[in-house]
Nanobody, 118 residues
């Protein structure tokens, strides 16, 4: 059973920073592409960033230069460092494992709330 557990969300003022963590179990983490999504109230869930098993990264345009996704295979954990946060970054952030587990499929974490006050 693949499990993804996010942590690190909270309330921060605009211009501040947060680091989100997503701990994975039940899958070969090092072979998996991992991603962070977010969903603001009334909006669809959107991809924020992903990182491949080889360490390649990609970001949505609105967070480029402010957010950094990284992974630590020894800890089976993926991180999202968020700097210079803006009010529009507010939402629930979800971790996703692409094609994971013994019968490969996508898995989601439970989400962590990020609120940026202006």
């Amino acid at each position: 059973q693949v499990q993804l557990v996010e942590s690190g969300g909270g309330l921060v003022q605009a211009g501040g920073s947060l680091r989100l963590s997503c701990a994975a179990s039940g899958t070969i983490f090092s072979a998996s592409t991992m991603g962070w999504y977010r969903q603001a109230p009334g909006n669809q869930r959107e991809l924020v960033a992903f990182i491949t098993s080889g360490g390649g990264t990609n970001y949505v345009g609105s967070v480029k230069g402010r957010f950094t996704i990284s992974r630590d295979s020894a800890r089976n954990t993926v991180y999202l460092q968020m700097n210079n946060l803006k009010a529009e970054d507010t939402g629930v952030y979800y971790c996703k494992c692409f094609g994971c587990g013994p019968s490969p499929r996508d898995y989601w974490g439970q989400g962590t709330q990020v609120t940026v006050s202006s």
